[in-house]
């Protein structure tokens, strides 16, 4: 009697469970329309404008950028005039290359190396102009960045760290 009263017991309870599980399933209804737009509120108050913060302390270089667009380069040596390049930044200064494809979204760092051969360099560099050596011919956009200072012969430019250092002199 004991096993018969158990079994209708759990019977019931999982055919109860059956029944609820069944009943909450149901079509749901639909969304009702959106309501109106309510009124823009005020716009608030401007705030304090802060104070002037101190200038900061001169650094120990002159830097300029000069670009030449669509500059069409052929095999062998391409001289770029150059009257930013003075004598004072071919004494004391350094001089930058790099080039990109018109339309690129990169500047590539002269020279470019393919494969282990030296396709574009800088070749030398003179007061007034700067001479490329090219083993192609093809329109790029090139920008050189001319940096006048101190003297930089001390400077390792091989270490970031080092050349990070004198420029925040």
Known sequence: MKTTLKFLTYFTMAFALIITSISCEG???MDGAD?????AGADGADGQNGADG?????GNANVISISFDAYAI??????FEVPELTQEIY???FVYGYTTVNGNAFWETLPI???GETRLDIDRIEVG????TSLFDQTLDFRFVLVAGNDVNAVDFSNYYEVE???KK
Do not use: A, P, R, Y
């Open 27 to 29: 079509e749901d209804g």
């Open 129 to 132: 102009k700067i001479i490329l």
């Open 54 to 58: 101190t200038d900061g302390e001169d």
């Open 35 to 39: 309501g109106v737009q309510g009124v």
């Open 113 to 115: 190396v393919i494969g």
């Open 91 to 93: 004494d004391n200064g």
């Open 165 to 167: 250092s004198f420029l």
């Open 74 to 79: 052929s095999t062998g040596q391409n001289e």
